[in-house]
């Protein structure tokens, strides 16, 4: 089982900028694809962004245009860069992996929580007024 280690949460003024950093114990080309959930105290866990095996991304509509996800395969390291952040973008923030044979995941299907098999143990991301 892979193993998924997030980091880069903090606090910050809102306008500000973090980026959040997800180390994989494998090489991430096993994955057909990798995403960024959130989850804030009394609500759902909720699609950030995710990137499939070609690279292809998808940004939930909060999300789009604010946040940029990104891998580096030489380093086995999913990011997300956040800017522009807002009080409402505070959450608890997880990386998640995916070991499937979907090659339309995240293209052009809208990838669900069951897709991933693997789970980081969250980086928290608080957003001050």
């Known amino acids: 089982q892979v193993q998924l280690v997030e980091s880069g949460g903090g606090l910050v003024q809102a306008g500000g900028s973090l980026r959040l950093s997800c180390a994989a114990s494998g090489s991430i080309l096993t994955f057909n694809a990798m995403a960024w959930y959130r989850q804030a105290p009394g609500k759902k866990r909720e699609l950030v962004a995710a990137?499939?095996?070609?690279?292809?991304?998808r940004y939930a509509s909060s999300a789009r245009g604010r946040f940029t996800i990104t891998r580096d395969t030489a380093k086995n390291t999913l990011y997300l860069q956040m800017n522009s952040l807002r009080p409402e973008d505070t959450s608890m923030y997880y990386c998640?992996?995916?070991?499937?044979?979907?090659?339309?995941?995240?293209?052009?299907?809208?990838?669900?929580?069951?897709?991933?098999?693997?789970w980081g143990q969250g980086t928290q991301v608080t957003v001050s007024t």
């Open positions: 998640a992996a995916a070991q499937g044979s979907d090659p339309f995941l995240v293209v052009s299907t809208v990838p669900e929580e069951t897709d991933f098999g693997s």
């Open positions: 990137i499939s095996a070609g690279g292809s991304t």
